[in-house]
C-alpha cells in the first residue's frame, strides 16, 4: 500500500473567522498545521480552558484529526491539551475548539491569532471488537504498566 503524501490529501476547510488564517504547514514534512486563538484570553496556573479557532474541517473519511500541543507552549509556559490528543471525528463539521490547560506557575495571556495547538491528520483503522475467553500469551503477557522497565 503506497503511503498518503500530504500532496495527495486534500482537506476542506472552512474559516468561521475570516479574519484568521487558513492553517499550513511552517515548513515541508512537518506533521501538523497550527491552529489559531479566535480570542484574547489568560490563564491562570491550574485553569482549563476551552478555546475556539474559528476554524472548521472535514476530515477525510477513514481518517482523524488530532489536536496536539505545541511542544514550544508545552516546554516554555506549561500549556497542554488536557485530553492531549483531542480528537476530531471524520463526520464532524462544527468548530474546532482546543482543551487548553495551563500546567505552568505563572498566568499566560494568548491574543487572537496566537497559535494554540497543532492538528495532524492520520489514517485510522477500524476496528471490531470480539469477545473471547482467553487472550493469545505475549512476550509481555500480564506484566502490567511500567513493566518493561521504562
Known amino acids: 500500500m503506497k503511503p498518503t503524501k500530504a500532496a495527495d490529501m486534500k ?3 472552512k ?3 475570516r479574519e484568521l488564517p487558513v492553517p499550513t504547514h511552517s515548513h515541508s514534512g512537518d506533521a501538523g498545521v497550527d491552529l489559531y486563538t479566535a480570542i484574547d484570553f489568560s490563564m491562570q496556573p491550574g485553569d482549563r480552558l476551552l478555546v475556539p479557532t474559528g476554524l472548521a474541517v472535514a476530515v477525510p473519511d477513514g481518517h482523524v484529526g488530532l489536536v496536539c500541543p505545541r ?3 508545552a516546554v516554555k509556559q506549561g500549556i497542554s491539551v488536557v485530553n492531549g490528543p483531542g480528537v476530531v471525528d471524520s463526520g464532524y463539521r462544527g468548530e474546532v475548539k ?3 490547560i495551563n500546567h505552568g506557575t505563572e498566568k499566560v495571556q494568548f491574543t487572537r491569532g496566537a497559535r494554540i ?3 495532524l491528520v492520520m489514517p485510522v483503522v477500524e476496528q471490531e471488537l470480539v ?3 482467553e487472550l493469545a500469551v505475549s512476550e509481555r503477557d500480564i506484566g502490567g504498566f511500567g513493566s518493561t522497565g521504562d
Do not use: F, K, P, Y
Open 98 to 100: 482546543v482543551a487548553l
Open 11 to 13: 482537506i476542506s476547510v
Open 15 to 17: 474559516r468561521l473567522d
Open 71 to 73: 511542544s514550544g507552549l
Open 117 to 119: 495547538a497543532q492538528l
Open 131 to 133: 469477545e473471547v475467553d
